[in-house]
């Protein structure tokens, strides 16, 4: 199989449309693979080579047939076009047509038709002309990427160019509006998302010679609304809107960063978001609200929440280049004001495809859903109210409810930490039946469960991060040190919390305050309930505050 990809863009390898094309090949190729198929990819970039204007003298058709008189590249592209398979016509849009440099290359096909007019009928009533080699069996694929917000009724002409050059229907189209976003490593979440549906676009043009209508149906979904991109492209150039004059790079990056607010995540609050950029000495505030977004140079609005950053570290962390939690947790940066945003960020201005993204990392594959704590609590709130009340039924119906708890929890994926608690505790409730005895068990049980939460800190992982770093971003939330620190203190809290309960418990009986226990021992893990709720809150915020230091 014999692949030629021309490559139209006056911008050569830096073409933004060429993104789209190696996606595609990409998933062209990798089915081939599969099959152990042979493939060759031969490029031809038309801004690296020499193609002159076709001179209109019809040599090619009367003196020299099917040679042309110009002596450049065009021979090469004849002679590949002739050999190949496939065609992949990779193109930006011009003026809505394809650039000069491809209408070149187009109007020097001249030496590979016949000159006679052709009988067969191509449905325009145009006429046409017969080609002097055997084309029939090519198959084309136009990619292209335009620069306004949308590829529909934008590409009218190249269709209908394309439909007398190479014939209605014998060819496919990935068109895609917002094309200049390709070079933005700031959205290459949303670009790449765009460009895996393109591979993919690829992979099933290898088995079917077509594109899926879902596929096609994605391909034709907009990056970004248009509000939303229009804004950002106006941004970019770096002009201000009222005075013509260029703008400070800061500036432009913040209106850009604004452009990307998602007023749909608009929640009745208005928000005033304040970049204080260390290096620049600049403040900008963004105003988010129920319309949309707005910047303001002057100062004169109230912030709501306030970074403070070197100019630098914030753009590296729009270009992926370090993880915004984990930039703020080392303190490249610090917020101050209301942390909710900060927490919400992605809903504010990630991309549907961030959001999506994080979805579906939060389902694994099996469609199980995340690990839930739960799974682990179900087992021992039954053993401590069970046993407490009725040493050798309660045991029983423990037992019942652990070997229940895979059924009932099936939906969700287990870790270490309730295997760990349905062993123990089905260990327990068997001595509390046979000996006839709670008190022991359920004490043993408060130390066991302590240790858990004390031990998984010397782990990579503290016990609460286990089920709650899903919410987090699921394993990057490891690199993220304020999510760490703050469930590393949590689970020495807890931990410390149920060792302790074991021997205040124990004391508590030898001097015969037993009754109290179930009073005390429910009250309080209520109230670190409590403390939990407000402290994964507070000390996140307090140390992006800085106030640490
Ligand atoms: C001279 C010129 C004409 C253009 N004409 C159009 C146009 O008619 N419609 C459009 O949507 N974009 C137009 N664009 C934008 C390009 O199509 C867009 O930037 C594209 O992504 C460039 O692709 P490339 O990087 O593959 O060359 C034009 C750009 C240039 C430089």
């Not at 047939?65 to 065609?87: H, L, N, S, V």
Request: overall charge negative.
């Amino acid at each position: 199989m014999k692949i030629l990809l021309i490559n139209g863009s006056p911008k050569g390898k830096g073409s933004n449309s060429l993104k789209l094309t190696y996606s595609f090949l990409e998933g062209f190729k990798n089915e081939f693979a599969c099959n152990g198929e042979e493939i060759s990819v031969d490029e031809l970039h038309i801004a690296l080579m020499n193609i002159g204007a076709c001179k209109g003298c019809f040599a090619c058709w009367q003196r020299t047939p099917g040679i042309c008189c110009i002596k450049d590249d065009m021979q090469t592209i004849i002679e590949r076009q002739i050999e190949a398979d496939i065609i992949l016509w990779s193109f930006p849009l011009y003026y809505f047509n394809v650039p000069g440099i491809l209408k070149n290359v187009i109007d020097r096909q001249l030496p590979m038709n016949l000159p006679f007019m052709s009988s067969g009928q191509d449905g325009y009533g145009s006429g046409s002309h017969d080609a002097r080699y055997d084309m029939e069996d090519k198959r084309h694929v136009l990619i292209s990427t335009c620069g306004f917000y949308s590829a529909e009724g934008n590409y009218d002409s190249v269709l209908r160019m394309f439909d007398h050059f190479l014939g209605k229907g014998n060819y496919v189209t990935v068109f895609c509006g917002q094309g200049e976003l390709f070079r933005v490593k700031e959205l290459s979440a949303r670009t790449d998302e765009y460009l895996d549906t393109v591979k993919k676009a690829g992979s099933e043009y290898a088995v079917t010679g077509m594109i899926s209508d879902e596929t096609d149906t994605i391909l034709r979904t907009l990056l970004y609304p248009r509000d939303v991109f229009e804004e950002m492209a106006d941004a970019s150039w770096g002009i201000s809107k009222t005075t013509g004059e260029k703008e400070s790079d800061d500036l432009v990056f913040t209106r850009q960063m604004a452009a990307l607010y998602n007023k749909s995540a608009y929640d009745g609050k208005d928000r005033v978001l304040e970049m204080h950029y260390t290096d620049m000495e600049h403040t900008y505030q963004i105003q988010l609200g129920k319309e949309g977004s707005n910047v303001f140079t002057d100062g004169s609005l109230i912030s709501t929440t306030r970074i403070d950053t070197p100019f630098e570290v914030w753009s590296a962390i729009s270009r992926g280049e370090i993880g915004g939690a984990e930039a703020l947790g080392k303190q490249m940066y610090t917020v101050s004001g209301d942390f909710s945003l900060m927490i919400d960020w992605d809903k504010f201005f990630g991309s549907n495809a961030t959001a999506k993204k994080a979805e579906k990392q939060s389902k694994n594959t099996a469609g199980q859903k995340d690990p839930s704590m739960m799974t682990m609590l179900i087992s021992w709130i039954t053993f401590w109210i069970a046993v407490s009340i009725n040493p050798e039924a309660g045991a029983v119906i423990t037992l019942i409810v652990v070997a229940a708890v895979p059924l009932i929890m099936r939906n969700h994926k287990f870790v270490i930490w309730d295997q760990l608690s349905m062993v123990i505790v089905a260990i327990l409730s068997a001595i509390a039946n046979v000996s006839g005895t709670g008190d022991i068990p359920t004490n043993i049980g408060y130390l066991a469960f302590g240790l858990f939460w004390l031990l998984s800190c010397l782990t990579k992982e503290p016990l609460c991060a286990a089920y709650v770093k899903y919410n987090y971003g699921g394993e990057r939330a490891h690199q993220n040190p304020l999510f760490m620190k703050t469930n590393y203190i949590l689970a020495v809290a807890w931990g410390s919390l149920y060792v302790l309960t074991a021997v205040w418990t124990f004391l508590l009986r030898k001097v015969g305050f037993g009754n109290v226990l179930i009073i005390v021992n429910n009250m309080i893990p209520a109230l670190m309930g409590v403390f939990t709720v407000w402290f994964e809150k507070w000390y996140p915020a307090w140390m992006a505050s800085g106030k640490n230091n």
